[in-house]
Nanobody, 114 residues
Framework: VQLQASGGGLVQPGGSLTLSCAAS????????MGWYRQAPGNVREVIAT???????NYVDSVKGRFTISRDNAKNTVYLQMNSLNPEDTARYYC?????????WGQGTQVTVSS
């Protein structure tokens, strides 16, 4: 499984961004996909996941602001991020889980600053 993330950038506080993660390869083996983020000096944390059946989960800090979705026809997972604040600044990684293995994209930087 190969993952290509895109959509990061610089945004002002209160703004929005949408991240995309395109999957290729053995996509039929993917159980769930998710978005993680890692800020400098911090551990990588999971922020949102979506299963193959469409069930979603979010970390409390992004509930109500971020939405994870998937387009199966395009083999792509999205993360719509609204009401961004400086604490959301991090490198965002997409992740795919298969049976017994995890795959990672290269990450995309999100910087929230005025």
């Amino acid at each position: 499984v190969q993952l290509q993330a895109s959509g990061g950038g610089l945004v002002q506080p209160g703004g929005s961004l949408t991240l995309s993660c395109a999957a290729s390869g053995s996509i039929e083996s993917i159980i769930s996909m998710g978005w993680y983020r890692q800020a400098p000096g911090n551990v990588r944390e999971v922020i949102a996941t979506i299963s193959s059946s469409g069930d979603t989960n979010y970390v409390d800090s992004v509930k109500g602001r971020f939405t994870i979705s998937r387009d199966n026809a395009k083999n792509t997972v999205y993360l719509q991020m609204n009401s961004l604040n400086p604490e959301d600044t991090a490198r965002y990684y997409c992740n795919a889980e298969t049976f017994g293995k995890y795959y990672w994209g290269q990450g995309t930087q999100v910087t929230v600053s005025s």
